[in-house]
């Protein structure tokens, strides 16, 4: 018999009020079940929204240090439980051990920043233009979030909206990705094992057209956070906009990597291999164009060719493993049909392309790592987010013309140069139109403490990690105290300017 997962509101783990379920498999062996989720309704975002109305104060009154100590904790139960969850999320969503145990590893350290920046959520203090007068601000609570999680990182991209939502005194309503409800439903027991009181953290599965859609249109519920794709982004910014509900957008991305002809070219290989091919290209962070100087144009080739066919690709959970599978089936085809459509774009397919079958891969949604070279700046495999091991080779003549190409998508998140030239690599920092630029890395990597998202098409204009996201779900409160005993006028009474 398959586990059986439920909701969790009001403290309480729960079915969906309608009873019906969906399955969870593993895209590795699809015949295993990993468990069996309520498939919930608007009904239980309701329920999930009033238990996190209901506590608000009681979390909210709580001191800043003690709530920060609670997610210390939390950090601290990953620590013990990190193989436990590492090989469930590796069933559940396929990448590789390694990774799943770095996505993981990505939750502890947010979950230690948070406990940092529990003694941390400083204001300003500012002299007032009048006398015997002072000001200062704090930041309240918005009251509830709305958080909607990604299916690629089951676990840090959680904890990266969880934590500082609950840091900064909100209550939460959890609608994590159907492809990994099972990830998302330890984090909430670790959450509740901690000590984080109950009916502040509520979880409700489901599919996003109906629980997404109730918990943007709930009004009750304030500001909303979401990693996901463009499309979903939009809908969700239209309603938060109509609504006018905060709402913070971690959208696509279309990295490049820029290869340049004094470049250290094995350690550039190795960067590209990584940058595409982890997670099986399924990161917003993924490496998709490799544009290349001319110079060193074919001989880099030869190199990834080569360099590629020993990747192994397998079950996440074997460590002989480098590249896991693809989610499910719709994202199979829908990659598969962007190596069709690269192919009457006129792009050569150099490398890979093909569904696996055959024994080992039989039961899971199997694909080559996939290289097109001679692709065409403007090509839909050059512009448009894949989310798959789909690499797209554009060659150039110039630094010049690699920084235009490597800008002229609609996305802007990750980027990444390889060059021993100094010049380059400070004018790449300048031009490169994206949210991070690594030099002499992949474009993949980014760490929990620094702000993360991108320019342009990728996001509405905030950031995760560090202390960016406390921004998102605080509200700042300006204090003025006059202790001066009189009526004092602002702009009037003191003319400094006379
Ligand atoms: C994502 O792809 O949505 O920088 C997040 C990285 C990871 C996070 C990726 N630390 O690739």
């Given at each position: 018999m398959p586990e059986k997962y439920q909701n969790f509101i009001d403290g309480k783990w729960v079915d969906s009020e309608s009873r019906e379920t969906f399955e969870n498999r593993n895209p590795a062996n699809w015949e295993e079940i990993v468990g069996v989720f309520p498939k919930s309704g608007k009904e239980d975002v309701e329920k999930a929204t009033e238990s996190a109305v209901a506590h608000r104060d009681?979390?909210?009154?709580?001191?800043?240090?003690?709530?920060?100590?609670?997610?210390?904790?939390?950090?601290?139960?990953?620590?013990?439980?990190?193989?436990?969850?590492?090989?469930?999320?590796?069933?559940?969503?396929?990448?590789?051990?390694?990774?799943?145990?770095?996505?993981?590893?990505?939750?502890?350290?947010?979950?230690?920043?948070?406990?940092?920046?529990?003694?941390?959520?400083?204001?300003?203090?500012?002299?007032?233009?009048?006398?015997?007068?002072?000001?200062?601000?704090?930041?309240?609570?918005?009251?509830?979030?709305?958080?909607?999680?990604?299916?690629?990182?089951?676990?840090?991209?959680?904890?990266?909206?969880?934590?500082?939502?609950?840091?900064?005194?909100?209550?939460?309503?959890?609608?994590?990705?159907?492809?990994?409800?099972?990830?998302?439903?330890?984090?909430?027991?670790?959450?509740?094992?901690?000590?984080?009181?109950?009916?502040?953290?509520?979880?409700?599965?489901?599919?996003?057209?109906?629980?997404?859609?109730?918990?943007?249109?709930?009004?009750?519920?304030?500001?909303?956070?979401?990693?996901?794709?463009?499309?979903?982004?939009?809908?969700?910014?239209?309603v938060a906009g109509k609504n006018l509900k905060r709402v913070s957008l971690e959208l696509g991305g279309k990295n490049p990597q820029i290869v340049m002809p004094d470049a250290n070219i094995e350690l550039a290989v190795e960067g590209v291999l990584w940058g595409a091919f982890g997670t099986t290209g399924q990161r917003c962070t993924a490496t998709s164009r490799l544009i290349l100087h001319k110079d060193i144009h074919d001989e880099f080739i030869d190199i990834l060719i080569k360099k590629a066919k020993e990747l192994k690709i397998g079950d996440g959970l074997l460590e002989s493993s480098d590249v896991g599978p693809i989610i499910n089936e719709t994202q199979l085809k829908k990659i598969l049909n962007y190596v069709e459509i690269g192919k009457q774009e006129g792009a050569k397919l150099a490398f890979g392309g093909n569904h696996l079958t055959g024994k080992e891969y039989d039961k899971g949604f199997f694909m080559e790592p996939t290289i097109f070279t001679g692709v065409e700046a403007g090509m839909r495999i050059e512009q448009e987010e894949i989310f798959g091991p789909v690499l797209s080779v554009i060659k150039v003549s110039s630094f010049e013309e690699a920084i235009e190409v490597a800008n002229d998508v609609e996305y802007g998140l990750s980027s990444s140069i390889y060059t021993a030239n100094l010049q380059y690599a400070m004018a790449a920092i300048d031009k490169l139109e994206a949210g991070l630029t690594y030099i002499n890395a992949p474009t993949i990597g980014a760490e929990c403490h620094m702000p993360f998202g991108g320019f342009k098409n990728t996001g509405n204009g905030h950031r995760e990690g560090g202390k960016w996201p406390y921004e998102v779900f605080g509200e700042i409160k300006t204090v003025y105290i006059d202790y001066s005993g009189k009526l004092q006028k602002a702009q009037i009474d003191t003319d400094i300017t006379k």
């Open positions: 009681e979390w909210a009154n709580l001191p800043v240090p003690e709530r920060g100590l609670i997610l210390g904790k939390a950090g601290d139960i990953m620590v013990e439980k990190k193989e436990k969850i590492a090989k469930l999320m590796t069933r559940e969503m396929g990448k590789i051990l390694k990774e799943t145990r770095g996505d993981t590893q990505e939750g502890i350290d947010t979950a230690y920043y948070a406990f940092g920046e529990s003694r941390r959520l400083y204001g300003v203090t500012s002299p007032s233009e009048l006398p015997n007068k002072t000001i200062y601000t704090i930041v309240k609570p918005i009251g509830t979030a709305g958080i909607i999680s990604p299916w690629n990182f089951p676990m840090a991209i959680p904890t990266w909206k969880i934590f500082p939502a609950l840091l900064m005194g909100n209550t939460i309503v959890f609608k994590p990705a159907t492809d990994t409800p099972a990830t998302a439903t330890k984090f909430v027991e670790i959450l509740d094992e901690a000590g984080v009181p109950k009916g502040v953290v509520n979880l409700v599965h489901g599919p996003g057209s109906v629980v997404g859609e109730a918990i943007l249109e709930h009004p009750d519920i304030g500001v909303i956070s979401f990693t996901g794709s463009s499309a979903v982004g939009r809908r969700i910014a239209e």
